[in-house]
């Protein structure tokens, strides 16, 4: 069975300590948080960490800026973008799906080739 180490990137800490108790409780290790991307991909590789979960706005930042921060030096590395403002998910692939609920962001961590029950 694959063992995923996920990071968690949100500026606020209750989201952050939210998120992570949810994956928790779905088996997922979540090995740290923290409050940026810089500094996520300043430990990320030292980590061994296979997941990145961003929780990211999207008013001021680029979804595809993101992903190619995480992904231009190890390809392997899986990444899942959330946006509260629209409850968005992005998962690298670019599949955008709307109307996120807790059992699809633990589908798209655990089967990178996830897809939406309703975008079959």
């Not at 952050?16 to 991307?37: P, R, S, Y």
């Not at 030096?73 to 998962?91: G, P, Q, W």
Request: aromatic share 6%; with cysteine.
């Amino acid at each position: 069975m694959k063992s995923w180490r996920v990071l968690v990137v949100s500026e606020s800490v209750l989201f952050a300590d939210a998120l992570t108790h949810l994956l928790q409780e779905a088996g997922i290790q979540v090995v740290t948080q923290v409050g940026n991307c810089e500094e996520a991909q300043a430990i990320l590789s030292a980590l061994n960490i296979n997941t990145v979960v961003v929780d990211y706005d999207e008013r001021r930042q680029d979804d595809a800026e993101i992903i190619i921060r995480f992904t231009e030096n190890d390809r392997s590395c899986h990444v899942v973008l959330l946006t509260m403002v629209n409850n968005k998910m992005i998962v690298y692939r670019r599949e955008s799906v709307e109307n996120v609920t807790p059992a699809d962001l633990i589908e798209a961590i655990r089967f990178p080739t996830f897809q939406p029950k309703d975008q079959h």
